[in-house]
């Protein structure tokens, strides 16, 4: 009989301290900077994946030599070292114009820009890239600067993890300098010209 009371009595003792841990207040508790309630993440800590690369094909105009729009079909490879709402990219872009004179470049720069990570990527980010530009005329071969200034804006969708598909639509500002043909077919002279055209331009590539 007595062991019968003694383990009843350790049981009440038992659940009377589950009791009191339940209702237990942390003193910290009190204080509503250091409450251990659920911690929410802060909005601008990203919860999707954001782009770090991108290899891309881009489509843009160049004023040509002599007269006219120039069509170039760029390459350009993508690296984001800061992307969250607040992107920032340096690229390297080598295009190929052809025509008449061969024309071609290989250009650096960085773009900047925002966006807003989810499954559909909306961004918008404006570019300047600058380098070299080389051609041929009349059997001798040259090289000249280049520089360009944009606008890009588009979408990257994810399909697999952290795989995307790009696609974006802008203006661009492309200036070189070059020789002036027309000069120097009527008067045999060379004048030196910069050319600049302002062109719409789109872009489309696969990213992680």
Known sequence: MRAACVVLL????????RADDAHWVFPDEDDPKLARAEVHRAWWNVRHDVPRFKLAYRRVWAASPDGGDLPFDVAELDFYPVSRFVR???SAELGWGGGAYGLWYFVTGAS????????VTPFVEGRFVAGILGGAFMGQSAVSWIY???????????YARRFYVSAAIGWAHPVYGGVDV????????????????????FKVGLGL
């Open 112 to 119: 900047l820009g925002l966006q807003w990570p989810m499954r």
């Open 88 to 90: 920032f990219g340096l």
């Open 10 to 17: 350790l049981l009440a003792a038992g659940a009377a301290a």
């Open 182 to 201: 027309a000069q120097l077919n009527q008067n045999h002279t060379v004048v030196r010209e910069d050319f600049a055209a302002d062109s719409l331009t």
């Open 148 to 158: 360009e200034g944009g606008i890009d804006t588009g979408v990257e969708i994810y």
